[in-house]
């Protein structure tokens, strides 16, 4: 447990990202839906009254810079405690020190609880009476979904906001800062920075101004001055300070790119394709479950509009198991391109939805008597009889009851007009005409 220190210098070894933390709402970067003029949470941090929050959104986007915002602006005592190391003992503490301040001093406590998603379901539950008697004010900051990750209880209690992935040009934008400030950031050192290499850096830096800013530290620090002792950042100095994006790759992230991946099976066969490697070659995802999500698509989405999708799916997935990967990438790619061009129906869906909810409408279904096993002696003397073999008739289809005799007319399955379905459609027409 630490009390915030954002502002104050602890002396060397300070990163250029921390030096650079902005101070003030004005020197924030990006989240301009949130915290622009006029915004609601920029109103309440610059009145002192900011309620309990919930900070959610991609690493380096910019939440401990708002909670060491609010740290500047609030009045009562701000304590910062980070879920990976805290304990429930720690969050006790904190609770008794902030009734203490309250009854004697008439003061709030503000608790910022960094990486909330790591606090377990128990050391959650031992905030909530706190929060809810206004004991303390609690912000929370998570890279995860907190629908996933924080309980319902605590969420109902905070107002969550959502930041956004931030840009290059918000990388660039921090970087230039930096390089003009004498006193936090470099402007003290005699640099030149090309354009190409500051490109670099916030391509690669992905949105996150805090590796963004390291980069540009190491690339300063490290690289030989010239002979006017002036330092030369060029672009082949950038490449070695910064090599790749990180991609964010959790829990949340896999479902959003799983979904993604389903949504446009419906609609995008590019779409489609992309997610499927960029989760695979990116994320390190398992081409298996994106197989699995393909041969579900294939009756959710397309199903008897074209049967062979389902077969195709199928076959990805023992090319996949016999092949392994990459070799049978191009055996999956070409399944979900199949199933993507297909023609779509969800009459399927729609047929087993409607089926169990006829369920409900019967305590029991008797079967028709007609269509009893009649393969003892005795049955005709029960009068299971009476069945008519469709074979025997022309277009070997008859009409009779196959239904319990409640719900004898009911329809389940309808055959839309796309692709093979429109030809089921057709005959469940001249069906219904006999």
């Keep these: 447990m630490d009390l915030f220190s ?16 902005p101070e003030n709402l004005d020197e924030y970067i990006g989240q301009e839906h949130i915290v622009g ?35 500047h602006h609030t009045q009562g ?31 709030k406590t503000i608790l910022f609880l960094d990486e909330v998603h790591r606090f377990n379901s128990s050391r959650q539950d031992a905030l909530l009476p706190a929060v809810e008697k206004g004991t303390i004010t609690f912000i929370g900051a998570t890279t995860e979904n907190p629908f996933h990750y924080v309980n319902g209880a605590l969420l109902s209690r905070s107002t969550l906001f959502q930041l956004e992935s931030l840009t290059s040009e918000h990388s660039l934008i921090a970087m230039r800062r930096a390089l003009a400030d004498k006193e936090k950031g470099l402007g003290f050192m005699e640099l030149q920075v090309d354009e190409d290499a500051l490109l670099h850096i916030a391509t690669m830096a992905n949105g996150d101004i805090r590796r963004a800013l390291n ?59 992309f997610w499927f ?3 695979v070659e990116k994320l390190g995802m398992d081409p298996m479950t994106f197989i699995r999500r393909l041969i579900a698509a294939s009756s959710e989405d397309i ?5 062979q999708a389902m077969v195709q799916a199928v076959s990805a997935l023992e090319a996949y198991r016999n092949n392994g990967w990459p070799e049978a990438k191009l055996n999956i790619a070409q399944a979900i391109l199949f199933a993507v061009e297909s023609p779509k129906s969800n009459a399927v869906v729609a047929a087993i939805s409607k089926a169990m909810a006829s369920m409900d409408d019967l305590k029991s ?27 025997d008739f022309p277009g070997h289809y008859v009409k009779q009851d196959y239904l319990p005799k409640e719900i004898a007319r009911r329809v389940f399955y309808q055959a839309t007009e796309q692709g093979n379905e429109a030809k089921i459609r057709h005959n469940q027409a001249l069906r219904r005409e006999q």
């Design 365 to 391: 279904a008797e079967v028709p008597l007609h269509l009893r096993d009649t393969h003892y002696k005795g049955a005709t003397a029960l009068g299971h009889a009476g069945y008519q073999y469709p074979h």
């Design 215 to 273: 980069a540009l530290e190491l690339a300063a620090l490290t690289t030989a001055p010239e002979m006017d002792g002036s330092v030369h950042i060029t672009l082949e100095v950038a490449e070695e300070s910064i090599r790749r994006p990180i991609v964010k790759a959790d829990e949340s992230t896999q479902y959003d790119v799983l979904s993604a991946f389903h949504k446009s099976i419906r609609g995008s066969s590019d779409a489609a394709l």
């Design 37 to 71: 003029r006029g915004k609601l949470l920029r109103r309440a941090i610059e009145a002192d009254q900011v309620s309990s929050i919930l900070l959610y959104g991609p690493p380096g986007c910019g939440k401990t810079t708002l909670a060491h915002i609010i740290s």
């Design 77 to 107: 005592e701000f304590v910062r405690l980070n879920a990976v190391e805290a304990s429930v003992k720690d969050v006790r503490e904190v609770i008794e020190r902030a009734q203490s301040n309250k009854s004697l001093y008439g003061s």
């Design 277 to 279: 490697l960029y989760a």
């Design 6 to 21: 954002f502002g104050e210098d602890t002396g060397g070894g300070r990163l250029l990202a921390d030096r650079m933390r």
């Design 303 to 307: 199903g008897l509009a074209n049967p």
